[in-house]
Each structure stands twice: as structure tokens, then as C-alpha cells.
């Protein structure tokens, strides 16, 4: 889900993150260096020799694989594509479904990338990569469990008859859930060292870049990668949000729209451009692109949270509880995301208008306070600090530091410790302790990135809330500096901003009230 109050109930869609299992997400973005995830129910067992098993298949470009981990978020992701794929199964129509099964998680289209595996795995159940895959991606499996289920699986496997890039690749996961990451990067650029034009080398090589911060290295990556393989469509996708995260919104642009004009049937280039529309403030055509995505693929769940979102900011609160009602109709998502949109829709406005009292009352009637680290927490947070609920920030809080503390960590970890930083601002500003607010936000600024709309609008929304203590504090050179900065990328925000429409707290409300 993507707010300004930015914390989702899914990861980034493609943000690199190289932990282990988990399911795929819709709502993150671009490729991560994860291989074959694993783990499912299937039994481990060695792999027949090779003279009954390979078949090679050379055909049309085979696009693969988007797995995203956070949630994770965050994300994770895998392309996986090459002229001449080789995957070792018996069964020639096993090889169809798996491939199948990569081009739908190339598009982000999860539940039919299951299905894909899932049949592949039926037709030929000794089909390694295939079996790797489908555990993977496959939802339902505790952590734990799914992390002890893929190390068996990768322990059974007999590399022998296997191909050099299958190899490779489960030597590489091997190494990831043993938490060797060292030595899965010596794996990966003695690979690279063979095969310097192996795009699924490179697409991991890149994602390493991208989550260790050398983004300058992980854009030089990926543009090499999508010459060596143009049909490598989701390069460009990774290529857009690196440079959405260096600010370069220019080339992040040409960079989805390249993407767009390649898979124009497909959902997940019109989100993408759509989320740098709306980080940018460019909200009608924010609308159009998140219509297009869910016009193409109508389970598409990211596109219904920023759609919502872009109705929001840019005023039209109608058309949001209308999209909410439309999604309660139809029900494209689970039960539980409808939850959440709603939940985002319905307290948004009373946020605000700094509506407090009302924005946790109609909290309590929707549910919206269950659980979880979702943008409902970060509103309902802000809504009882400054009513002076404390025990009810001491409880959201609670669950923000269980996240901090699992021990994968990973990218809700991270938003988590963004959240706790963040929050102690909020509670300072109820406190009227400006100094530790001011302290608090900027803190959490240099923890934040313009990485997708929900990570970017939220920065902004943070240096909006650093805006407003400056000004409450007298310093109105520092307020209009950082107004200006807000502007810089989003000048429909900074002019609510200037208008007063947008103020995080009201504190110059509360002031004349005194």
C-alpha cells in the first residue's frame, strides 16, 4: 500500500533484497539478486543421472523472473533470460510451463506464475529449477519452515547432470540461505569471470550493487545488461528506479517509458511510470497510467493502492471511496488488502484536516489497527499522539520494533527503524518538544530515499513535517528552504504546502487556538 505516510503491506516492486523464501509481491519493484528461490511441501531427493534427463531447448527469447522479498518487502527480484535457455527436466512440456511460469513473474503477474510452476513441478516432479522456483514464490509457508524446506531441497540436489548456469545458480542460493553472502559474491564474479555476458550473472550482480547503495555501478549494470539482452524488459524497470532514488526523474522516465514502449501490454510498466508521476506531482497523469495497468491486468493490486493514492493528493476524495467501493465489488486482492485500501482512503482525509479524534474513530469501525506495518499505522500513530493516546503508540510501536528485531531483517526492517525514528517526532511535536522533533525528522530524512512513490511521498511528507516545526519555532528561512526542496520534486505539494492545505500537524491552527 503507497501513502505519503508510507510504510506498505508489500515491498517495493523490485528492490534488490537477497533473503531467503518468500512470496512474490506486487507492489515492489525491478530485479534482485535472488536465483531459483526454494521451498514448498516437494520431498527431497537426488536428481537422475544425465542420460536419462536433459533436455535442452533453444528457441525465442525466454524472459524470467521478478521475485520480490521484503515486504520485504522489498524487495526481491530475479530476471532470468537468455537466447538459448537450458533447463535439465525430461519433459519437454514441464520446460513450457516453467518458462511460462518465468514470463508471468516477469510481469509481475504472481498468481499465474504459480499455477505455471506448480504444473511444471506436476509434469516432470525431478525438475530441479522448476521445483526451486515454485518454493519460492509459492505463499502460505512460515519463514522458518520455507527457509529449512529450501536448504534441504538445495542439499538433495545432485549438480551433476545439471547445466553450468544451473549450477551455479543453486551453488549461489546455497550460499545466500547458509547467510554466506561473501561467498555467494565469490561464486557470482567467478561466474561473471567465465561468462561476462551472462544476463542472469549480470541482473544478480547489478541487484548487489543496487542494495549495497553503489547505484552509479548498479545503473552501469543493468544498461549493460538490457544491450546484451534488450528483451530483458524489467532491466528497464530497475534502470527507473535508480534513478528515481539519484533524483534524476528525467531519465527515470525515459527509462519506463522505454519500458512501456517495449511491453505495452503489460501491467507493471504503466505502474511504474505512474508511481514517478506521483511522486512528481503529476497526478492526473498518475491516474491515467494506474487506470491503463488495471485496464490490462485487473488483479493488479498495486495499481488499485496508487490509483487510490493519486485520487487522494490530488483532491478528488469521491473518486477514492468510489474505487474502494468498486474493489469491495469485485474483490481483485485478498479481503484483507480491500481492508486496507479502505482503511487508507477513509482516514487520509481526516488526517488532513487534522481530524484526530474522528480519524481514530472511524479506525476502530473499520478494523484498521489490526496488525502489521501498512500506512494505517503510521496515521493512526500520528492521530494518537496528538490526542495524547500514548498506550496506543506504545502498542503500534510495539509491533514496528518486532519487525526491527525478526531476525532476517530485510527491507520492513529497515522501513520499521524509519517508522521509529519518524514516530518519536510525532510524539515530540505532541509533547510540544520542538527541539527533539525537528531533531527526529531530520534524522529520519537522511534515512529516506525517493525509491518508489510509497519511500518518496513519505520523505516528502517528512520534510513537510520538518517544515512546519521549523516555521511553529520562528525560523521561517529554514521552513521556506525545505518547502523549496519538497518543491524541487513534487511542486504540487510544496504549493499545498504554501497554501496551508497541506500541514502535517496544524500547529499554527493549534497556535491561534491558545
Excluded at 531427493?45 to 536419462?52: D, N
Excluded at 524472459?63 to 533470460?81: K, N, R, S
Excluded at 485496464?295 to 490530488?314: E, N, V
Excluded at 532476517?408 to 519518524?422: C, S, T
Aim: charged share 25%.
Amino acid at each position: 500500500m503507497t501513502s505519503p505516510w508510507w510504510p506498505s503491506s508489500a515491498a517495493r516492486k523490485g528492490a534488490p533484497d537477497e533473503t531467503a523464501p518468500s512470496p512474490i509481491r506486487t507492489d515492489h519493484h525491478g530485479p534482485i539478486p535472488v536465483v531459483p528461490r526454494s521451498t514448498r511441501g516437494a520431498p527431497a531427493h537426488r536428481v537422475a543421472g544425465a542420460g536419462e534427463r536433459r533436455v535442452m531447448r533453444r528457441g525465442r527469447l525466454w524472459i524470467a523472473a521478478v521475485a520480490l522479498v521484503v515486504a520485504g518487502g522489498v524487495i526481491a527480484a530475479v530476471v532470468l533470460l537468455h537466447r538459448t535457455p537450458e533447463w535439465t527436466t525430461a519433459s519437454p512440456e514441464a520446460l513450457r510451463e516453467f518458462q511460462e511460469g518465468m514470463n508471468a513473474e516477469m510481469k509481475l503477474y504472481n498468481r499465474e506464475a504459480i499455477a505455471h510452476f506448480k504444473k511444471a513441478v506436476e509434469l516432470d516432479p525431478h525438475f530441479v529449477m522448476a521445483r526451486i522456483r515454485l518454493a519460492q514464490v509459492a505463499p502460505g509457508v512460515p519463514r522458518d519452515e520455507a527457509v529449512r524446506k529450501l536448504r534441504e531441497l538445495l542439499d538433495s540436489v545432485d549438480l551433476r547432470p545439471l547445466t553450468p548456469r544451473e549450477r551455479f545458480l543453486i551453488r549461489y542460493l546455497k550460499a545466500r540461505v547458509d547467510s554466506h553472502p561473501d561467498r555467494a559474491e565469490e561464486l557470482l564474479d567467478s561466474y561473471l569471470a567465465r561468462h561476462p555476458k551472462d544476463p542472469f550473472a549480470l541482473n544478480l550482480k547489478a541487484g548487489i550493487y543496487w542494495k549495497t547503495g553503489e547505484l552509479a555501478k548498479a545503473r552501469a549494470t543493468y544498461e549493460r545488461l538490457v544491450k546484451i539482452s534488450p528483451n530483458w524488459v524489467v532491466g528497464y524497470n530497475s534502470l527507473g528506479y535508480i534513478a528515481m532514488e539519484q533524483g534524476d526523474f528525467d531519465k527515470s522516465e525515459e527509462n519506463f517509458t522505454t519500458y512501456k514502449f517495449i511491453a505495452p501490454d503489460q501491467a507493471n510498466p504503466m505502474d511504474s511510470l505512474g508511481e514517478l508521476y506521483l511522486l512528481t506531482g503529476r497526478y492526473r497523469k498518475a491516474v491515467r497510467e494506474f487506470q491503463g495497468a488495471i485496464g490490462i491486468k485487473h488483479d493488479f493490486c498495486a495499481s488499485w493502492d496508487h490509483l487510490a493514492m493519486a485520487y487522494l493528493l490530488k483532491g478528488d476524495d469521491k473518486a477514492a471511496r468510489d474505487l474502494v467501493d468498486k474493489a469491495r465489488t469485485e474483490r481483485p486482492c485478498s479481503e484483507r488488502w480491500v481492508r486496507a485500501l479502505e482503511c487508507n482512503v477513509e482516514l487520509f482525509p481526516d488526517a488532513l484536516a487534522h481530524r484526530w479524534r474522528d480519524l481514530l474513530d472511524r479506525a476502530g469501525e473499520i478494523g484498521c489497527d489490526r496488525a502489521g506495518l501498512t500506512s494505517s499505522d503510521v496515521l493512526i500513530h500520528r492521530a494518537s499522539a496528538m490526542v495524547g493516546d500514548l498506550e496506543r503508540c506504545d502498542r503500534i510501536e510495539q509491533r514496528w520494533h518486532e519487525l526491527m528485531d525478526r531476525p532476517e531483517g530485510g527491507e520492513m526492517a529497515a522501513i520499521a527503524g524509519v517508522m521509529l525514528v519518524h514516530g518519536a517526532g510525532v510524539r515530540a511535536v505532541a509533547a510540544h518538544d520542538l527541539p527533539a522533533a525537528r531533531k527526529a525528522f531530520h534524522r529520519a530524512d537522511g534515512m529516506l530515499h525517493y525509491r518508489g512513490s510509497g519511500e518518496g511521498l513519505f520523505k516528502l511528507f517528512n520534510l513537510a513535517c520538518l517544515a512546519e516545526v521549523e516555521g511553529a519555532m520562528g525560523n521561517a528561512a529554514a521552513e521556506a528552504k525545505l518547502v523549496d526542496a519538497i518543491g524541487r520534486v513534487n511542486p504540487a505539494m510544496a504549493a499545498a504546502y504554501r497554501s496551508g492545505h497541506f500541514r502535517p500537524f496544524g500547529l499554527q491552527e493549534a497556535s491561534k487556538g491558545r
